[in-house]
């Protein structure tokens, strides 16, 4: 299957159990928008653990995850096939390029700059 990532999005990384979506490359440099918030949505077969050594269940549910941080995510389902993953996972782009998704909320510590430059770059009427 052929990934056609939305205005705004690059496909990062394309392999069999695993691809990974990155919003805006070229603005999270460093300036405004510092490397690690660089939004990312992974598509993984089996639950994606971020912890070293730790061991991933092989299943045939796939997942999809949004990172805005490398400990704020966006978990909006499972996904029976990596075709209904991939589409939900470009699906999850759109909306969050049209300022859809309430990242605020996925915060526990509120980042009122940082938010009000990511409301600009996703046009997000705050």
Same mark, same amino acid.
């Given at each position: 299957? *052929? ?14 159990? %695993?691809?990974?979506? !990155?919003? %805006?490359? &070229? ?20 639950? %994606?653990? %971020?912890?070293? #050594?730790? @061991?991933?269940? *092989? ?13 704020v995510e966006y978990d909006p389902g499972r996904f029976e096939s990596?075709?209904? !993953?991939i589409e939900g996972a470009v699906a999850l782009c759109e909306r969050?390029?049209? #300022? *859809?998704? &309430?990242?605020? *909320?996925?915060? @526990? ?18």
């Amino acid at each position: 299957m *052929e990934i056609d990532p939305p205005a705004g999005w690059r496909l990062w990384n394309e392999a069999n159990e %695993r691809v990974i979506l !990155a919003y %805006r490359p &070229d603005v999270f440099d460093g300036g405004s928008f510092p490397p690690p918030c660089l939004p990312t949505v992974y598509v993984t077969r089996g639950q %994606r653990d %971020r912890r070293p #050594g730790g @061991q991933r269940t *092989e299943t045939d549910t796939w997942f999809v995850t949004l990172f805005l941080e490398p400990e704020v995510e966006y978990d909006p389902g499972r996904f029976e096939s990596r075709a209904a !993953a991939i589409e939900g996972a470009v699906a999850l782009c759109e909306r969050f390029g049209a #300022g *859809e998704i &309430d990242y605020r *909320e996925l915060y @526990q510590v509120p980042r009122p700059a940082y938010f009000e430059a990511l409301d600009e770059l996703t046009g997000t009427d705050s």
